[in-house]
């Protein structure tokens, strides 16, 4: 039991500290952290959007995951094994739900132009000329 506590409590932290660092825009754009969704993951705007979408419940459920620890080092038995699949069971959910506010957010930022925003550095100006 107590490996399981110290397992729950690796992943809290783990689980807080990726939810603080997607609140305070230090999380990096990457392929094992935070929201990877394909909209969060078109640019660096989106994905820093996207995870501060998300970080609160990243934090909530970092939180979750110290209970279910908790709860396997404080109850006995079958108690706290119910108590522990309840605690993760919640975060695993809790983690979702932000994670599909946060692609909602990521889908609604407007996707930059690779053109630019002026007829001069269009490669289809030539196309746009009046003859």
């Given at each position: ?119 001069t550095s269009c490669s289809l100006r030539d196309a746009c000329q009046p003859t």
């Amino acid at each position: 039991m107590l490996i399981v506590a110290v397992v729950l409590f690796v992943l809290a932290v783990v689980v807080a500290a990726v939810g603080v660092a997607g609140l305070i825009g230090r999380l990096p754009r990457n392929r094992w952290a935070g929201v990877r969704t394909p909209e969060a993951m078109r640019d660096d705007e989106s994905f820093k959007l996207a995870n501060k979408v998300a970080a609160p419940t990243m934090l909530a459920a970092g939180l979750l995951l110290a209970i279910g620890g908790g709860a396997m080092v404080v109850l006995d038995g079958v108690f706290a094994v119910v108590a522990m699949l309840v605690a993760v069971v919640a975060a695993l959910f809790t983690a979702g739900a932000g994670a599909s506010l946060a692609s909602r957010a990521a889908a609604a930022v407007p996707e930059t132009g690779g053109c630019g925003h002026a007829c001069t550095s269009c490669s289809l100006r030539d196309a746009c000329q009046p003859t």
